[in-house]
């Protein structure tokens, strides 16, 4: 039981190569994971995971793999000049996703995994919280609502069991813009559902598997930061610069709408309680769509990862457990303002 764990894995993109790091040194001071969850490129590392890979096969296939040949093009990417416009208007994004679609089920596959039928480990269970290994985290843009997947597959008119694990992902991993949407048609209603990626709403979901009693075994978080910016090893997330008018400026115009959205998350409001059981990974600058990044820069996105978990465990679930008692929750913003306010020589007043 003290190694028990929930794993939750933060969205990131090529930032993800972090969170595999992190991922081995839990693996390696015995952890075992009972459920997993996460957005984006941390669904992808929960669903590899839940499946059954280890972090050792993870990490050796992202250092091998071409990311490029998920940047797949439709017919209408190939029209000189208006390209990518073209993509954008036509299918709300510039590249299919199919590619990553098929490569994350054919991963799945070869582990014996297609549905979440095929994740469950609790079938006894009446909360949709734990009947399932994996949950994975979708913006659903059409209906302006998050949902948790696959307790809300109904939604889509699927039955949970019945899900597709790959189509999760891929929704759950279409970064907007860069990605075309997942589109679900739910033949009962007749509504089209436009997903996007989960972290539109949350990028960070530690909350997914708390429960109003005290838990068992503890959710630790896995959460991509920015950390020294000194410390850079890729090219990051750059101002677009003039953006100018036109369609073709359209394209700039939305990627730049996206970064802000996906790439600057302010952390000051998570919770003290979830804080301190986060293992927070610098990410060095990398950006989430570097899909060209070289093999010395994913190395040491991995190291990074490798060093925020040693540097977080061992975690003493007992003493978190004390520290925060269920239903004590305190912000960091207002923590932190209490601290200046001890420096009354010019921070603040103690009122």
């Known amino acids: 039981m003290e190694k028990r764990c929930d794993l939750v894995f933060e969205g990131g993109g090529m930032k993800g190569i972090g969170l595999v790091g992190a991922l081995s040194v839990l693996e390696e001071h015995g952890h075992s994971y009972q459920r997993l969850a996460g957005t984006s490129a941390g669904a992808i590392v929960a669903a590899l995971t839940a499946a059954g890979y280890s972090s050792a ?22 029209l000189p000049l208006i390209d990518k416009p073209a993509s954008l208007i036509m299918d ?95 033949e009962g209603s007749l509504t089209e559902h436009v997903l996007v990626d989960g972290g539109m709403l949350s990028n960070f979901p530690v909350w997914l598997f708390d429960a109003e009693r005290e838990p068992r075994w503890p959710t630790i978080g896995l959460l991509l930061v920015e950390g020294d910016t000194r410390q850079r090893v890729g090219p990051g997330v750059e101002p677009v610069g003039q953006i100018g008018h036109g369609p073709i400026a359209l394209v700039s115009y939305v990627r730049a709408l996206v970064q802000t959205l996906v790439e600057a998350h302010d952390r000051l409001y998570i919770d003290q ?7 927070p990974i610098e990410t060095l600058g990398v950006a989430a769509t570097d899909f060209a990044l070289p093999e010395e820069q994913r190395r040491a996105l991995y190291e990074s990862g490798r060093r925020a978990a040693e540097g977080f465990l061992p975690f003493d679930f007992d003493a978190y457990q004390a520290a925060f008692p269920r239903g004590a929750r305190v912000s960091r913003r207002d923590s932190i303002r209490r601290a200046m306010l001890v420096h009354r020589g010019g921070f603040g007043r103690a009122d």
Request: net charge negative.
């Open 273 to 279: 309680a979830d804080f301190a059981r986060t293992i």
């Open 57 to 78: 096969e993870l990490y050796e296939t992202l250092l091998s793999l071409d990311f490029t040949a998920f940047m797949d093009e439709g017919w209408e990417d190939r």
């Open 92 to 186: 709300l994004g510039i590249y299919e996703g199919d590619a990553l679609e098929r490569w994350i089920g054919e991963r799945l596959a070869a582990k014996g995994v297609r549905t979440f039928g095929d994740l469950i480990v609790d079938a006894e269970t009446d909360d949709p919280r734990y009947r399932w290994k994996l949950q994975v985290v979708v913006s659903d843009v059409s209906m302006h609502r998050l949902l948790v997947l696959p307790r809300d597959a109904r939604v889509l008119g699927v039955e949970p069991d019945d899900m597709v694990v790959a189509e999760a992902v891929r929704a759950s991993m279409s970064i907007p813009v860069f990605f075309e949407p997942k589109r679900v048609k739910d």
